[in-house]
């Protein structure tokens, strides 16, 4: 089913994908190979499977699980050891650190953190019922470390989840919330309006520091020219 020799992936210019990764990974019912942009830089013993669409410059740490039906935009980083299941949307700019756990039919917007340890779920009474449904994240979502996100939720723009938050209904856009079950205020001033687009590609060996990266557009991220903006004194 997954000959080595046969690739069933298309990748842009100057990716630099480590040995043991496997891109294109077919399934049964198959259609489309994996489409990843160029700049790609893939660490050992990732699979990404077939019918995924990755924009450019993704960054991917080792012993990452992408599975089919994946629409992932730009400059996304997704560190090791995390399971995206099939069949969601992730925007631009989008930084998932390690061990992170997100179900199908999970929709992500841009420039969104997620911490160390989250678990994102779909089902509300699973194995009970066959209905799923994931979270819909929206843009410069902060989600701290060990955060669990509940079937269905709805979490607006500029949104803060202190770490181990179990947030079990929605969110409204610019709020604060944390605890068990998560409980929202509105955003403190001191969280500021957006995320700082800097920050997706740094960390020790993160990263984007070959030659030419210089090169970001406005339209490259959501909110940068405004971020940009609220830095000048
Ligand atoms: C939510 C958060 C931003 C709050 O920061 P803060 O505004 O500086 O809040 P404080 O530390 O002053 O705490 C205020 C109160 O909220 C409580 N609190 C803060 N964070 C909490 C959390 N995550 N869960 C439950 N309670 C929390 C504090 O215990 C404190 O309670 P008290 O007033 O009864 O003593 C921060 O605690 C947090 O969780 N950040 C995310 C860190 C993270 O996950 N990073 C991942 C990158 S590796």
């Known amino acids: 089913m997954n000959p080595p020799e046969v690739p069933f992936y298309e990748i842009g210019p100057g990716a630099e994908i480590?040995?043991?990764?496997?891109?294109?990974?077919?399934?049964?019912?198959?259609?489309?190979?994996?489409?990843?942009?160029?700049?790609?830089?893939?660490?050992?013993?990732?699979?990404?499977?077939?019918?995924?669409?990755?924009?450019?410059?993704?960054?991917?740490?080792?012993?990452?699980?992408?599975?089919?039906?994946c629409e992932i935009g730009d400059r996304v980083v997704i560190l090791h050891g995390c399971t995206?299941?099939?069949?969601?949307?992730?925007?631009?700019?989008?930084?998932?650190?390690?061990?992170?756990?997100?179900?199908?039919?999970?929709?992500?917007?841009?420039?969104v953190f997620i911490g160390p340890g989250t678990t994102v779920l779909n089902a509300r009474f699973p194995m009970r019922e066959a209905k799923v449904g994931g979270p819909t994240i929206g843009n410069?979502?902060?989600?701290?470390?060990?955060?669990?996100?509940?079937?269905?939720?709805?979490?607006?723009?500029?949104?803060?989840?202190?770490?181990?938050?179990?947030?079990?209904?929605?969110?409204?856009?610019?709020?604060?919330?944390?605890?068990?079950?998560?409980k929202h205020q509105p955003l403190p001033e001191k969280f500021g309006s957006r995320n700082d687009p800097r920050q997706v590609f740094c960390g020790l060996d993160l990263w984007d520091n070959r030659p030419g990266d210089e090169t970001w557009k406005e339209e490259d991220f959501f909110g940068r020219a405004e971020w940009l903006s609220e830095q000048q004194p």
């Open 140 to 182: 410069n979502v902060v989600i701290g470390g060990g955060v669990t996100i509940g079937p269905g939720v709805v979490i607006g723009d500029n949104v803060f989840i202190g770490a181990g938050a179990t947030v079990l209904k929605d969110i409204p856009a610019n709020s604060l919330a944390f605890g068990t079950p998560a």
């Open 84 to 111: 995206l299941e099939g069949r969601m949307k992730i925007g631009k700019g989008v930084k998932i650190m390690p061990h992170v756990y997100i179900p199908s039919r999970t929709v992500i917007g841009s420039m």
């Open 18 to 69: 480590a040995p043991n990764v496997q891109l294109g990974y077919r399934y049964p019912g198959c259609r489309v190979p994996t489409r990843i942009g160029g700049r790609a830089r893939i660490h050992s013993g990732t699979v990404i499977y077939a019918d995924t669409t990755i924009g450019e410059r993704f960054t991917c740490g080792h012993n990452v699980t992408i599975r089919a039906e």
